[in-house]
């Protein structure tokens, strides 16, 4: 698969619309936005755990001044966390750049359900478990990706 797979023109068959451009643009800047914040994640753990420590406790030592064997376990749990935002924002990218940015109903789909997926569990679990400064920074990350959807939302009109 070469660079210019993707920017084929679609078979005449296929139901395309017009997407702003900003739209396309604001999408591929908050997907990359996604992945670097996954990489960070991963790359740097003692900055993640430092992160989430003033986040969650409004201390940046708490979350490192665990026992050695339990700051390992966060750090894992961070990496894998953040293995998973390279991954799903990876996905969003590609299809942004690709599918949405073409108008084909079907990115736009799989952009605008894959959030609430992640967003309601997640935010959900984070709240009951007394956790809200990760709900409100979840929230942030919804407004990032959900207000161009959104916005876009006529661009891609049920058949």
């Not at 990489?39 to 979350?63: E, I, K, N, W």
């Not at 390279?86 to 990218?93: C, K, P």
């Not at 990115?107 to 400064?133: A, E, K, N, R």
């Not at 990760?134 to 916005?151: E, H, S």
Request: avoid cysteine; aromatic fraction near 14%; proline fraction near 7%.
């Amino acid at each position: 698969m070469n660079a210019n797979t993707f920017d084929k023109p679609l078979p005449s068959t296929a139901q395309t619309h017009v997407v702003a451009a900003v739209w396309v643009s604001w999408l591929t800047v908050a997907t990359a936005f996604t992945v670097l914040f996954g990489l960070v994640m991963v790359l740097l753990p003692d900055l993640t755990s430092q992160a989430f420590g003033l986040l969650l406790y409004q201390d940046a030592g708490r979350l490192v001044s665990h026992p050695p064997e339990a700051l390992a376990y966060i750090q894992l749990a961070h990496a894998v966390m953040g293995s998973l935002m390279v991954g799903w924002g990876a996905g969003m990218f590609l299809v942004t750049r690709t599918l949405f940015k073409r108008g084909e109903r079907v990115g736009w789909q799989i952009l605008t359900y894959s959030i609430p997926f992640w967003y309601v569990p997640d935010t959900l679990f984070s709240l009951i478990s007394g956790f809200w400064p990760n709900a409100l920074m979840n929230t942030g990350f919804v407004v990032m990706l959900m207000v161009p959807l959104w916005a876009s939302r006529h661009a891609f009109p049920p058949r």
